[in-house]
Nanobody, 118 residues
Framework: EVQLVESGGGLVQPGESLRLSCTAS????????MNWIRQVPGKGFEWVSS????????YYLDSVKGRFAISRDNAKSTLYLQMNSLKTEDTGVYYC???????????RGQGTQVTVSS
């Protein structure tokens, strides 16, 4: 059974940073492309970033390029999202998922709330 557990969210002010983590189990993590997606209240899911298995190629939503960095530790089956220079529009519930690049589908965990507010 695929299990994904996100953590690291919180309440921060604009310009501050957070590091999200996602611990995976139930599948061979190292062979799967992993994504971060987010859900803003009243809206659907929005893809944020992907990291490809093997090559480690990274992809980012235009609005987070240069501020967010996705990474993975295959030995720990853990996915990360370093978020710097956070903006109010980054507020939402962040989920990690498995799947193809830029996808919002696939299994996901319970999510972690990120709130950026002054």
């Amino acid at each position: 059974e695929v299990q994904l557990v996100e953590s690291g969210g919180g309440l921060v002010q604009p310009g501050e940073s957070l590091r999200l983590s996602c611990t995976a189990s139930g599948f061979k993590f190292s062979t799967y492309t992993m994504n971060w997606i987010r859900q803003v209240p009243g809206k659907g899911f929005e893809w944020v970033s992907s990291i490809v298995a093997g090559t480690g190629t990274e992809y980012y939503l235009d609005s987070v390029k240069g501020r967010f960095a996705i990474s993975r530790d295959n030995a720990k089956s853990t996915l990360y999202l370093q978020m710097n220079s956070l903006k109010t529009e980054d507020t939402g519930v962040y989920y990690c998922t498995t799947g193809v690049v830029r996808s919002t589908g696939g299994p996901r965990g319970q999510g972690t709330q990120v709130t950026v507010s002054s």
